[in-house]
């Protein structure tokens, strides 16, 4: 609903078309390959692939825009570093999303003002990508010898890398992890 409700809004501006409809993150990515638009709008969370991991697949290719509730300094972060150009807030109105568009078009940055402000006196992220990749998947009720069959690895390192990942947030144990990396937007 959200979707649809997105897309009339921004068909109704005379320069913006939209030209295809995901609800995942693998379709979002085939479609932008089939439709090649020069803006996609994307969001931090999809089942199957991330917004974040579509922005990266895609760099240099389309430009992305993350419109998400996610108003957290760690998410904005890893939006950048995945190439993002635009990182929006669901609360705004619909023409501010409309100018995002347009201004991100034209090569330009839009972040919201305010999580960019705190984006500079946040945590930094202690997690390397494969600690956070395998404290998702601990998330996600995967077992240790699940995660290490699915990335290839023994489930010795998977057990070393959720311990260096409790430590490394001060938790007691993966779910705490999981926890705090949650809410400061690192997971």
Do not use: C
Request: aromatic share 4%; hydrophobic share 50%.
């Amino acid at each position: 609903m959200v979707l649809g409700a997105l897309a009339a809004l921004l068909s109704l501006e005379d320069d913006i078309e939209v030209v295809a409809q995901a609800t995942d993150g693998a379709s979002a990515l085939a479609l932008v390959r089939e439709h090649q638009p020069d803006v996609l709008i994307t969001d931090v969370e999809m089942p199957e692939l991330s917004g974040l991991d579509v922005a990266r697949a895609l760099q240099g290719q389309t430009r992305v825009i993350v419109l998400t509730n996610f108003a957290r300094a760690g998410y904005l972060r890893r939006a950048l570093e995945a190439g993002v150009g635009g990182y929006v807030l669901k609360a705004q109105p619909a023409e501010e999303l409309a100018d995002a568009v347009r201004r991100v078009h034209r090569g330009l940055r839009v972040i919201d003002p305010q999580l960019a402000a705190e984006s500079w006196s946040g945590d930094a992220d202690p997690l390397t990508p494969r600690q956070r990749e395998i404290l998702l998947l601990a998330t996600e009720g995967a077992s240790t010898a699940r995660i290490a069959a699915r990335l290839g690895i023994s489930a010795g390192t998977v057990r070393n890398y959720l311990s260096e990942a409790i430590l490394k947030l001060g938790a007691a144990n993966r779910i705490e992890a999981a926890r705090i990396a949650r809410a400061k937007g690192w997971l």
